[in-house]
């Protein structure tokens, strides 16, 4: 019995020492861990209030501060991992490892997230600006990290994804203050081509939402099969420019109509030939 408890004594006087040392270094990186995390926190918020101050683009808050955070967490990890004696190069390693199989695994994701990257910082749209790309318009709703979601004009969500769009073309119908309105109308051969642009240009100076400068200008385009092609080409505010166009052209058909000046349609003459005409032209 005495031998057991000399035994018992021998471990304690052992183990003793390593467990107070490795619990304190325990001890010390989870604190160091909660400490660290807490901090992160407050750093991403005051980032965020700094990028709102600046006026930063709103769609780039939370992408920079989800990236910011990540990267910050990772190296508390290391740094934890150091204070518990693991060793930080092997560690390093094996985070490079599984990086690299992961990056492996998603490269369609990742391409998606450096396109991503990239619409954020370049910014060749907005949200709440009308665009066209990939085959498909809309008003940019919000832009996350893979994908840029747009909304169409008649409510439908439309998802698509960063890194065809970040290489593909990209027409911004919202970024210029001012956009050139072409209102195309065709008129009968007979009419007044002197009259029916007299009549263009009363109506695009008569619409205060149209610019006097550069000012409204009607070209005969083309003389085309049924019609002589005019083109009314005036400029406006941006978000004017489905206004004009529809109510001018409104306006320009009343105009005409009421002027004497004709918007023909396609006409076709057909000849009938009978059989009985076909056998006496044939005798």
Same mark, same amino acid.
């Given at each position: 019995?005495?031998?057991?408890?000399?035994?018992?004594?021998?471990?304690?006087?052992?183990?003793?020492?390593?467990?107070?040392?490795?619990?304190?270094?325990?001890?010390?990186?989870?604190?160091?861990?909660?400490v660290g995390w807490w901090v992160i926190g407050r750093i991403i918020a005051?980032?965020?209030?700094?990028?709102?101050?600046?006026?930063?683009?709103?769609? #780039?808050? /939370?992408?920079? $501060?989800?990236?910011? %955070?990540?990267? !910050?967490?990772?190296? =508390?990890?290391?740094?934890? *991992? @150091?204070?518990?004696?693991?060793?930080?190069?092997?560690?390093?390693?094996?985070?490079?490892?599984?990086?690299?199989?992961?990056?492996?695994? #998603?490269? /369609?994701?990742? $391409?998606?997230?450096? %396109?991503?990257? !990239?619409?954020?910082? =370049?910014?060749?749209?907005? *949200? @709440?600006?009308?665009?066209?790309?990939?085959?498909?318009?809309?008003?940019?709703?919000?832009?996350?990290?893979?994908?840029?979601?747009?909304?169409?004009?008649?409510?439908?969500?439309?998802?698509?994804?960063?890194?065809?769009?970040?290489?593909?073309?990209?027409?911004?119908?919202?970024?210029?203050?001012?956009?050139?309105?072409?209102?195309?109308?065709?008129?009968?051969?007979?009419?007044?081509?002197?009259?029916?642009?007299?009549?263009?240009?009363?109506?695009?100076?008569?619409?205060?939402?149209?610019?006097?400068?550069?000012?409204?200008?009607?070209?005969?385009?083309?003389?085309?099969?049924?019609?002589?092609?005019?083109?009314?080409?005036?400029?406006?505010?941006?978000?004017?420019?489905?206004?004009?166009?529809?109510?001018?052209?409104?306006?320009?058909?009343?105009?005409?109509?009421?002027?004497?000046?004709?918007?023909?349609?396609?006409?076709?003459?057909?000849?009938?030939?009978?059989?009985?005409?076909?056998?006496?032209?044939?005798?």
């Amino acid at each position: 019995m005495d031998e057991l408890m000399a035994k018992m004594e021998g471990l304690e006087e052992a183990w003793l020492p390593l467990v107070i040392e490795y619990g304190s270094q325990l001890l010390l990186a989870l604190l160091t861990l909660a400490v660290g995390w807490w901090v992160i926190g407050r750093i991403i918020a005051a980032l965020n209030k700094v990028m709102h101050k600046r006026n930063v683009e709103p769609t #780039l808050h /939370g992408f920079v $501060a989800t990236l910011v %955070g990540i990267g !910050l967490k990772i190296l =508390l990890v290391i740094s934890v *991992a @150091g204070m518990i004696g693991i060793e930080t190069t092997s560690f390093i390693a094996v985070l490079g490892a599984a990086g690299l199989a992961v990056g492996l695994a #998603l490269q /369609g994701s990742l $391409a998606n997230f450096a %396109g991503g990257t !990239l619409i954020l910082f =370049l910014r060749p749209f907005r *949200a @709440g600006e009308y665009i066209e790309a990939q085959g498909v318009s809309g008003t940019v709703d919000s832009i996350q990290i893979f994908n840029t979601i747009l909304k169409t004009p008649d409510n439908k969500t439309v998802i698509v994804p960063n890194g065809s769009l970040s290489n593909g073309n990209i027409i911004n119908y919202s970024r210029q203050p001012t956009r050139r309105v072409d209102l195309n109308i065709g008129i009968d051969y007979g009419d007044d081509v002197k009259l029916a642009r007299s009549i263009l240009l009363g109506l695009a100076e008569a619409d205060s939402r149209v610019l006097k400068d550069p000012a409204a200008v009607v070209w005969l385009v083309s003389l085309g099969d049924n019609s002589v092609n005019l083109s009314l080409r005036m400029w406006t505010k941006t978000e004017d420019y489905w206004g004009v166009f529809w109510d001018l052209q409104e306006q320009a058909k009343e105009s005409f109509d009421a002027q004497g000046i004709s918007i023909p349609f396609p006409q076709r003459t057909v000849h009938v030939v009978t059989q009985a005409a076909q056998e006496s032209s044939a005798e």
